[in-house]
């Protein structure tokens, strides 16, 4: 028992220091015309931030941690989670300056505009100076149910920016709630303990600091994700569920294109018995039509047409090496300077990345077909934000919120969400940015390294006897 009090409290200490470091040099609103903010460590209190974020964000990875085998009850995950979530709702911001850029874009359409052909800049944006230089001339790159909610948050806030990041996070907070209720379901379906489950998606430091402080849009995404997949699951053979179920994820692509990666394994996991392509047709075909139905439906009511899929394009202005494809671009720039050759291949590398996560997502969706369709979500996910052209700390939620409901090592999940955990700092810079070239050899090295543990199992494996030899040698 005072283990599980320590684990609480530990995490509801960092919860709160993170809290007060918000204050202190979190992502706040630039009022004043044409003041740029600045960098952290010039700062009056830069020293001291420093810290907290460093003690805070320490202290919630260590909790984390200390529950990831077993914990008292699902209950209990719920009012610890709670408890270290409510330091958050009433602060500013931490590790990102997106929140501002959704205020932005509800502004400028519950005015009237048409986020997806022009920046906020060019709309006019009352909160402009509270949006990061980056992506003030850039349209916006969410789904159209993300714009009427971000709309309604605007409308609903009035003329404070403040009113409407404390809807936006309201939103982000019932997308986190919407996990917590779909997720034990999706548990039982794959035989994993469900409490261990909430624990590792609802408290892991990423959702704290980055889903409710941050209010970023994924939260909302990962909910509709679960709860798609849960309501397919809950009712496999069923037309009614699984064109709801489908519907579901179909609203979630409506915030975020990416989550289109989990709907074939939503059609796998809609068959009632083993894998036929009729079978797949006739339920699986369900799911797809749910999908498309809702993605059309939002897309008709948002009334801006199609616009969001050419939005999508600007999403990749960001060229930092935690991306993999990115970093293999950087890292080729990098060997031609000794030659005297000016490489810039990132855009090539980003496509053959892409061209490479089309080939494993097929070859996941195959191998799922008669294993575990949760499993290939997850893995679909996370292929997907190894092999994206940009990568922000809060995607590792994606796979980890599918990924803890299938038989997947917890150290994968762990490990990779507590190093991206201190990748950005409390005013949203990002560590990556002043760790280009070591952290592009990194990334480099590592994938070096992953393809020659790959080659040397593939390599050791006992070859399959030829038939016609074993047949031969059995007359000797």
Not at 23 to 28: D, E, P, S
Not at 437 to 466: E, K, N, Q, S
Request: aromatic share 8%; charged share 10%.
């Amino acid at each position: 028992m005072v283990r599980w009090r320590l684990v609480r409290y530990g995490g509801l200490t960092g919860a709160a220091v993170l809290a007060a470091t918000a204050y202190l040099g979190g992502v706040l609103p630039v009022w004043r015309p044409g003041v740029t903010p600045v960098s952290i460590w010039q700062g009056p209190h830069g020293p001291l931030i420093l810290l907290g974020w460093l003690a805070g964000t320490t202290l919630l990875v260590g909790a984390w941690w200390a529950g990831r085998h077993r914990v008292p009850s699902a209950r209990w995950v719920l009012v610890t989670v709670g408890l270290w979530l409510l330091p958050f709702l009433a602060a500013p911001p931490l590790g990102s300056r997106d929140v501002y850029s959704y205020a932005c874009q509800g502004a400028i359409y519950a005015a009237g505009a048409d986020p997806y052909a022009v920046g906020v800049a060019g709309a006019g944006c009352p909160w402009l100076e509270a949006v990061s230089p980056t992506w003030r001339d850039t349209p916006a790159p969410y789904g159209p149910l993300f714009m009427l909610v971000a709309g309604a948050a605007a409308t609903l806030g009035g003329a404070s920016l403040v009113g409407t990041v404390a809807l936006l996070r309201l939103a982000a907070l019932l997308g986190v709630a919407l996990t917590a209720y779909c997720l034990p379901g999706l548990a039982r379906h794959a035989g994993v303990d469900r409490d261990r489950a909430l624990w590792l998606v609802l408290a892991c430091p990423l959702v704290a600091i980055h889903l409710v402080s941050g209010a970023h849009n994924d939260a909302l995404m990962v909910g509709l994700v679960v709860a798609g997949l849960r309501v397919v699951r809950d009712r496999p053979g069923r037309a009614l569920p699984l064109f709801a179920g489908g519907a579901l994820l179909g609203l979630a692509v409506s915030v975020k294109v990416t989550a289109v990666v989990v709907v074939p394994f939503a059609m796998l996991a809609a068959l009632p018995g083993a894998y036929r392509v009729r079978a797949l047709a006739r339920h699986g075909g369900l799911v797809l039509a749910g999908t498309v139905a809702a993605a059309v439906l939002v897309t008709g009511l948002a009334g801006l047409g199609p616009g969001w899929v050419r939005g999508l394009a600007s999403s990749g202005e960001s060229v930092q090496w935690t991306s993999l494809p990115t970093a293999v671009g950087l890292a080729l720039g990098y060997l031609g300077r000794p030659f005297g050759a000016d490489w810039y291949v990132v855009p090539a590398a980003r496509a053959v990345g892409l061209g490479v996560l089309a080939l494993l997502l097929v070859a996941i969706w195959w191998r799922a077909r008669h294993g575990s369709p949760l499993r290939g979500a997850g893995l679909a996910l996370a292929a997907t934000v190894v092999l994206a052209p940009v990568f922000h700390p809060w995607y590792a939620v994606w796979p980890l919120a599918v990924l803890a409901v299938a038989t997947v090592p917890a150290r994968w999940l762990l490990v990779p969400a507590t190093v991206v955990s201190f990748l950005v700092l409390p005013d949203g810079t990002n560590l990556a940015r002043f760790t280009k070239f070591p952290g592009t050899l990194a990334m480099a090295a590592g994938l070096v390294a992953l393809v020659v543990v790959a080659a040397r199992r593939v390599a050791g494996r006992p070859r399959r006897p030829d038939a016609r030899h074993d047949a031969a040698g059995s007359r000797h």
